[in-house]
């Protein structure tokens, strides 16, 4: 990897932190095995807390690049991808997803890296409510969902969206700071 590569690892993926922790410690807290995607893998944190600390084979998948390659070198099996598009139906056991949620203008940026892994668009909804509309297809019977939602992007509005595309929702995690509260929510059909 050339000094070029290594900058854009570094500034154009989302590095963990605090909403990647309480995604990982409560996944792996409900996870026991099977098979188990991670959309949105960014740094592939999250998708490597599952893979270590449970039985389940963890795909990771992000829109950018740059975090696939970066989870491919923790030694992730990393696949390219918008949402949940190139996988077959009835696939995951589980799915999770830490999405861009921060609410933003209307003019934002959406050819930079680091804008894709935070903006959510005007309403902080625009990547998950397709994500909503779109992870059914995959999941097996049974399959969970965790969801990272904040209290920014509008938990009662994604819990409401959730219903709509046929999920019921129960928080299983939340931690407060000064500006938001974080959610896992754990959808189930
Ligand atoms: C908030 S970051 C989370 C990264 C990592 N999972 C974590 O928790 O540290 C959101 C991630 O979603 C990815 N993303 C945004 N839109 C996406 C899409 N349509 N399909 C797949 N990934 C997407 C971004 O590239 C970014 O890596």
Request: charge should be negative.
């Amino acid at each position: 990897m050339d000094l070029a590569d290594r900058r854009g690892l570094e500034t154009d993926v989302y590095q963990p932190a605090e909403d990647s922790q309480l995604l990982a410690d409560a996944a792996c807290r409900r996870i026991d095995d099977g098979l188990v995607l991670e959309v949105g893998t960014g740094s592939g944190y999250v998708a490597d807390r599952i893979a270590t600390e449970t039985d389940a084979r963890v795909i990771a998948s992000d829109v950018n690049p740059h975090a696939c390659r970066q989870a491919r070198e923790r030694g992730l099996e990393a696949v390219r991808a918008d949402l949940v598009s190139p996988f077959v139906d009835d696939a995951f056991d589980a799915v999770a997803f830490n999405p861009p949620y921060l609410p933003t203008e209307e003019d934002a940026e959406w050819d930079d890296w680091m804008e894709r892994a935070l903006s959510g668009g005007e309403s902080g909804r625009e990547v998950i409510d397709p994500f909503l509309a779109a992870v059914g297809r995959v999941l097996a019977p049974g399959g969970v969902v965790y969801l990272l939602v904040s209290s920014l992007t509008g938990v009662d509005e994604v819990v409401e969206r959730a219903g709509e595309e046929g999920f019921s929702a129960v928080a299983v995690a939340d931690e407060s700071f000064p500006f938001e509260t974080l959610t896992v929510l754990e959808l189930v059909r």
